[in-house]
Structure formats: structure tokens, C-alpha cells
């Protein structure tokens, strides 16, 4: 079965703080895909990045990165220098990615709080 | 491109009462879906369809029916609404089932 954990209900930092947000996975699959996925507090579910498993390249892209490691099944998120407008909710996400096996299976999601 | 547009943003049913959502995607996407997002759930998978007059039960389809009779719209009827279906419904599209889902507005429904 698959499932997509994500243990930290809720984080709090002050502006300019570096955040991690922690993505476990679990597959059985040798073929998926990884996603992260913003909800600000508008409501709308805004795309970051998508992964596939044979990529296992970190990424960068301005301030945020993300650390995908096989080993370890996780696919880490990090904001360096945290902003006030990266308040929301992060969705981590897993499909396998084949035929009708796109379908994605989310994690519950971390919800970042950034204060002045 | 509009993208992926959701009527109405808001609803509010009485139980028993019956209504459609409606989705529509300017992208000529194949893969559409539709997930309802609860607090402390996140979001799961209620049905999705791969293509014009193909579609499929995901992890939460009791009480809802779709059908994709064009590639643009992908529209999720309730039959019965029911208080345990009080949600924010989405509707996302990708071009294929490898790729990235592109999202809806959502629309905040509730049942009395």
C-alpha cells in the first residue's frame, strides 16, 4: 500500500528562519513520482515540484529545495530565509504514475506559520 | 487559459438534496479528478476519469457519480447529500497520469 506521512502537524518560525518540512513515503513500486503541493490561506492548491524516482538530484529553486533520498524513502522540503508570505499549508504527495495508477495519494500536510 | 474552473465556489444543501459540481479545464488535458479536502486529512481521491467516457472510483467515492462525456468537463454529482459530506471539493487535471495536477479554485460545500 502506499502512504504519505507527514509528522509535523504544524511548525512555527520568525522571519528569515531556514524550515525543513519532512515527507516520508512508503511504495512498493520501483516507478513513482513525488509532488509537493502549497495551500496559502487563500484556499488554492498551488504546484511545487514533481519528483520521479529515478531522479534522485536534489533541487533548488530561489529559496526553497528539496532533498529526495531513496534510502531513507523521504522527500524533504526546506525555505531558507522564511518569508511571511510563505504561511500555509505544504501537502506532500505520491502517484505511481502509470495508466490509471495516477492518482495522488497526499499526506495531511504541515501547516508553516512565519512571523514578522 | 483559464486552467481549471469550479462552480460554485459556494454551496449550502439540506440533506437529502441532490447537486452537481461542475469543472471545466482549458488544457486539453486526459487525466481529470476530483478530491475532497477535510480538516486534518488532507485531500483524498473520490473519482477520476483518464480520458472522454472513462472513469474510476478512487478512495472515498460512496455518494457521489461522475461522467466525462468531453475532455473539458468532468462534473461530480451528488446524489444524496449528506451532512458527512460536508468538504471543500477540488478538481485537478494533468496531461497525463505522470504529471503534475493543476487544481481548481475548490468550492466549500456544506450540508445541514
Known amino acids: 500500500a502506499q502512504k504519505v506521512t507527514q509528522a509535523q502537524t504544524e511548525i512555527s518560525v520568525v522571519e528569515k528562519e531556514d524550515v525543513t518540512l519532512d515527507c516520508v513515503y512508503e511504495?512498493?513500486?520501483?516507478?513513482?513520482?513525488l509532488f509537493w503541493y502549497k495551500q496559502p490561506p487563500s484556499g488554492e492548491l498551488v504546484f511545487l515540484i514533481r519528483r520521479n524516482s529515478f531522479d534522485e538530484q536534489n533541487e533548488i529553486s530561489g529559496r526553497y529545495s528539496w532533498n529526495f533520498q531513496k534510502s531513507t524513502s523521504s522527500f524533504n522540503f526546506t525555505i531558507t530565509a522564511s518569508q511571511v508570505v510563505d504561511s500555509a499549508v505544504y501537502f506532500c504527495a505520491l502517484s505511481k504514475g502509470g495508466g490509471s495508477q495516477g492518482n495522488l495519494i497526499f499526506g495531511k500536510g504541515t501547516k508553516l506559520s512565519v512571523k514578522p | 487559459n483559464a486552467g481549471v474552473t469550479q462552480t460554485p465556489k459556494f454551496q449550502v444543501l439540506k440533506t437529502g438534496q441532490s447537486m452537481t459540481l461542475q469543472c471545466a479545464q482549458d488544457?486539453?488535458?486526459?487525466?481529470m479528478s476530483w478530491y475532497r479536502q477535510d480538516p486534518g486529512m488532507g485531500l483524498r481521491l473520490i473519482h477520476y476519469s483518464v480520458g472522454a467516457g472513462i472513469t474510476d472510483q478512487g478512495e472515498v467515492p460512496n455518494g457521489y457519480n461522475v461522467s466525462r462525456s468531453t475532455t473539458e468537463d468532468f462534473p461530480l454529482r451528488l446524489l444524496s447529500a449528506a451532512p458527512s459530506q460536508t468538504s471543500v471539493y477540488f478538481c485537478?487535471?494533468?496531461?497525463?497520469?505522470?504529471?503534475?495536477?493543476?487544481f481548481g479554485p475548490g468550492t466549500r460545500l456544506t450540508v445541514t
Open positions: 511504495t512498493r513500486d520501483t516507478t513513482y513520482y
Open positions: 485537478a487535471s494533468s496531461y497525463n497520469t505522470r504529471g503534475e495536477q493543476y
Open positions: 488544457m486539453n488535458h486526459e487525466y
